[in-house]
C-alpha cells in the first residue's frame, strides 16, 4: 500500500523560509517521478516541482529560483526548500507519486 506523508509546514514571515518533506513507503521510491502541487483558498490544486527517478527537476514560473526540490533514496523522501517565501505561496502542499496523494501540510505566509 502506497503511503505519503508530507511534514515540514508552518507559519513564516515574507522572506523566510521552510523545508518540506515527503516521505513514501510501499513502492520502490527510487523509481519514482515525485511532484509536489498546492492549493490555495478558493483555488485549483497546481503543480509546483517535480524531480524525475534520475533527478531531473522542472519548477513552475512562479517559483523557479525560490524553490528547490531534492530527494533522498535512502529516507524514501522527496524535499522541496522554500526560500523568499511570498504570501501568495500560502497553500496546502501535497505530494504525489503513482496517482497517491498525501494529506497535505500547510503554508502560511504572513507577518
Known amino acids: 500500500q502506497v503511503q505519503l506523508v508530507e511534514s515540514g509546514g508552518g507559519l513564516v514571515q515574507p522572506g523566510g523560509s521552510l523545508r518540506l518533506s515527503c516521505r513514501a513507503s510501499?513502492?520502490?521510491?527510487?523509481?519514482?517521478?515525485v511532484d509536489w502541487y498546492r492549493q490555495a483558498p478558493g483555488k485549483q490544486r497546481e503543480p509546483v516541482a517535480a524531480i524525475t527517478s534520475g533527478g531531473n527537476t522542472n519548477y513552475a514560473d512562479s517559483v523557479k529560483g525560490r524553490f528547490t526540490i531534492s530527494r533522498d533514496n535512502a529516507r524514501s523522501t522527496v524535499y522541496l526548500q522554500m526560500n523568499n517565501l511570498k504570501p501568495e505561496d500560502t497553500a496546502v502542499y501535497y505530494c504525489?507519486?503513482?496517482?497517491?496523494w498525501g494529506q497535505g501540510t500547510q503554508v502560511t505566509v504572513s507577518s
Open positions: 510501499g513502492i520502490i521510491f527510487s523509481r519514482s517521478t
Open positions: 504525489t507519486t503513482l496517482a497517491r
